[in-house]
Nanobody
Framework: QVQLVESGGGLVQAGGSLRLSCAASGRTFSDYAMGWFRQAPGKERDFVAAISRSGGSTYYADSVKGRFTISRDNAKNTVYLQMNTLKPEDTAVYYC?????????????????WGQGTQVTVSS
């Protein structure tokens, strides 16, 4: 079992920045690729970013490429999402997820564990 706890969400004006953190516990953190997903009200959950177990490879949705950066610190069992130049359309609940096996990193069904989510609201 892996427990994931997100933090760092909040209310920010358009153009601002936030950094989300996701602290993991329960198993060897470096065994898992990690991802961030988001879900806006009335919409499906969407892939945002993912990072490989070592941190050597990163993946981004086109909508956030160039604005968001995913990183991880395996010594601290934590994955981060630095979000810059935020837009109102980035408003959503953001979830981190852990993935042990193979499969597309952008597909939520391939992830094994999920956090409870943190709200990000971007005002215009």
């Amino acid at each position: 079992q892996v427990q994931l706890v997100e933090s760092g969400g909040g209310l920010v004006q358009a153009g601002g920045s936030l950094r989300l953190s996701c602290a993991a516990s329960g198993r060897t953190f470096s065994d898992y690729a990690m991802g961030w997903f988001r879900q806006a009200p009335g919409k499906e959950r969407d892939f945002v970013a993912a990072i490989s177990r070592s941190g050597g490879s990163t993946y981004y949705a086109d909508s956030v490429k160039g604005r968001f950066t995913i990183s991880r610190d395996n010594a601290k069992n934590t994955v981060y999402l630095q979000m810059n130049t935020l837009k109102p359309e980035d408003t959503a609940v953001y979830y981190c997820a852990a993935k042990l096996g193979l499969g597309r990193v952008s597909s939520g069904i391939t992830y094994d564990y999920w956090g409870q989510g943190t709200q990000v609201t971007v005002s215009s």
